[in-house]
């Protein structure tokens, strides 16, 4: 009998790693970091309750470093077989799993100086060389062609419109002579967004995980483009500059294709668009090479030679120093910078330059947690604190909340219509406890399907 093991994204959105084991065949699914709270982040130092020495594959559904980011870490304790994923994804984590390693040596290094460790000297999680052995590891797989994950298992991806290279893994095995399937979800993206295209449906499954972000929540019903270009234009009147931190991978590109999109509309008027993050740049240029994952709207630009994430004058400033002649630029312009949520990277000298200018706009487009120099800004703070000195905050603060990769619980709701009949079993997985429970509720009432709520490290078979 087939058996499934939940190691991450039980009461939480972070950490997704479900170990599935049949016949001496296993894999890993998903093999993300444990991130936000400490208890959490405490888990990713713990040895991973999975024999790696018969370990035969890890399947990746996207890039997220909450699906991916414990991959070095699991190289680093000796695994060295292959790791299959889309082909964007692949190139994604060319990048992602490097800029995490950097990360995680910062952290060893802050943490070194500081004299905080338990350990001395502290060590990081991973480092570079272990990031460059994961990346040495992955396999990219088309898009809906099956392959064998293991001996008498079987996968296929499938587009689940969450960011470039997103995927359901659908997989399968012959039990008894009878042929089971299981879907992972993963992170289930929303009909109807810009460059990607829609969730796909999936007709049929035995076993279901299936995400629950959004498991509680309603995405408002504004239009984010619509409110995205009153701010721009409101701005273009002061004569101010547009700040706009913005996670470097799926948000970057859906505001960029959005402001091609005002622009090409003449909604708003030619202004320079910096990009000025290096991870972001790299991203975007992925979204640029990677056409097969666009939609009916974005393939008909291109199919007419137009751009569809650049506008007229949008300039990848990836040194320091075209980062740094973005002070000079005088008069309206559009900055978008990372990180998402004001923790670090080049937005901050951005907001040392602006913030304390009437004149400019710092819009939020993303999720700002507790804590962060974000959701202090939003909550309409005075200042804020930047390499040990505190900046006035004049400049206004917009939030545009409607920018979302994760399907809310009617989208989610609509995807399961698809299914032609219920699933054995369908696990809600990767979500906060109430988000869950609200999802199983629905499920429950609306459908009639078994569901359950996994804990951490329960172990379930799939009969
Ligand atoms: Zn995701």
Redesign the pocket.
């Given at each position: 009998m087939a058996t499934l093991t939940f190691l991450g994204a039980t009461g939480t959105v972070t950490g997704s790693k479900y170990l599935f084991e049949q016949e001496g065949s296993s894999f890993l699914l998903d093999c993300g970091l444990f991130q936000g709270l400490k208890e959490l982040r405490l888990r990713n130092w713990n040895p991973l309750r999975v024999n790696l020495a018969t370990l035969d594959a890890v399947v990746l559904t996207?890039a997220?470093i909450?699906?991916t980011g414990y991959l070095p870490r699991l190289v680093r304790q000796g695994y060295h077989k292959p790791v299959y994923c889309t082909e964007p994804t692949r190139d994604l984590l060319e990048i992602m799993l490097l800029d995490s390693a950097h990360l995680q040596e910062e952290d060893a290094k802050y943490a070194n100086k500081k004299g905080f460790s338990k350990h001395k000297p502290a060590l990081p999680l991973y480092d570079t060389a272990d990031a460059k052995k994961a990346i040495s590891l992955l396999k990219g797989i088309p898009y809906e062609t099956e392959f064998e994950v293991a001996p008498g298992i079987r996968a296929r991806f499938r587009d689940a419109g969450?960011?470039l290279g997103?995927a359901f893994a659908i997989v399968s095995w012959t039990e008894k002579d009878r042929a089971k399937r299981i879907v992972f979800s993963?992170?289930l993206g929303r009909p109807g967004r810009p460059v990607l295209r829609d969730p796909r449906k999936i007709k049929a499954a035995d076993y279901l995980l299936l995400e629950s972000t959004y498991g509680d929540r309603l995405h408002g019903e504004s239009d984010p483009q619509e409110e995205l270009k009153k701010i721009i234009l409101r701005a273009v009147e002061k004569k101010g500059a547009v700040l706009i931190p913005a996670f470097a991978v799926g948000r970057t590109q859906e505001l960029l294709y959005t402001l091609r999109a005002l622009e090409s509309a003449s909604r708003i008027p030619e202004i320079p668009v910096y990009v000025d993050s290096p991870m972001a740049i790299r991203a975007t240029r992925l979204y640029l090479k990677h056409t097969q994952i666009y939609d009916k709207e974005a393939n008909a630009l291109l199919k007419g030679g137009e751009e569809v994430l650049l506008t007229k004058h949008t300039e990848f400033t990836e040194s320091v120093e075209a980062s740094k002649r973005i002070n000079g630029q005088r008069g309206p312009c559009i900055i978008i910078s990372a990180s998402g949520m004001l923790t670090g990277g080049r937005i901050l000298h951005h907001l040392i330059q602006r913030l304390p200018d009437s004149r400019n706009t710092v819009v939020f487009v993303g999720y700002q947690a507790e804590g962060t120099r974000g959701r202090a800004l939003q909550n309409g703070r005075d200042n804020i604190k930047i390499h040990g000195r505190y900046i006035k905050a004049q400049a206004s603060v917009e939030t545009i909340s409607d920018f979302s990769?994760h399907a809310d619980y009617r989208e989610i709701m609509e995807w399961l219509k698809y299914f032609g009949e219920a699933p054995r079993k369908t696990f809600i997985v990767h979500g906060e406890p109430d988000a869950s429970s609200h999802l199983q509720n629905l499920i429950r009432n609306a459908r009639g399907w078994e569901t359950h709520i996994p804990v951490y490290e329960e172990k379930i078979v799939l009969d």
């Open positions: 996207h997220h909450d699906h969450h960011i997103s993963g992170d990769a």
